[in-house]
């Protein structure tokens, strides 16, 4: 049996790190970003992009210096400033996706529209994940994972359903 595949949902600080451990672990990572770049909040731009939830301004300075927000295998410059400015926390997401070629795993312009498990689940474990492509009339694509690795939060608006009865 070939490797298991994985859907990961968003392409911000936590989607990047999850398509790394997917390669380190053998599997086969399909990052699904609904925006046209990754970075997640740390992708600025002057218009508010739909479902974009929480949001990044131009004058933001981080209160996390950057020993704790870098990656242990991936440092900041060293002379990087302690406390950065949004832009180089994004162009170090940048950097990162670079370094370790993740940018191939990801499909821009992709939105999940549905996660539930297939209806064999209970003997494979598989999910089926549904997308739409953002901005065209394409219709929905429909497509079976072995696992999903997805970043909910309360205030997460994006439409998402994730379902765990057939």
């Not at 451990?21 to 046209?36: I, N, R, S, T």
């Not at 939105?111 to 297939?118: A, D, E």
């Amino acid at each position: 049996m070939g490797s298991k595949r994985v859907a990961i949902i968003g392409a911000g600080v936590s989607g990047l790190t999850s398509i790394k451990a997917c390669l380190e672990e053998g599997l086969q990572p399909v990052c699904f970003e609904q925006h046209d770049d990754l970075g997640g909040v740390w992708y600025y731009s002057d218009d508010v992009r739909p479902n974009q939830g929480a949001a990044m301004y131009r004058s933001l300075i981080t209160n996390s210096s950057k020993e704790m927000m870098s990656f242990s295998d991936f440092p900041f410059p060293k002379d990087t400033p302690p406390y950065l400015p949004y832009h180089r926390v994004y162009t170090y997401l940048q950097d990162y996706a670079q370094h370790f070629s993740l940018k191939k795993h990801i499909r821009f312009g992709t939105q999940v529209s549905r996660i539930q498990k297939t209806e064999d689940f209970d003997e494979t474990g598989r999910w089926e994940v549904r997308t739409v492509q953002t901005g065209h009339g394409d219709g929905e694509q429909k497509e079976i994972f072995d696992a999903v690795m997805v970043r909910l939060r309360t205030d997460d608006h994006r439409n998402i359903n994730v379902s765990s009865n057939n």
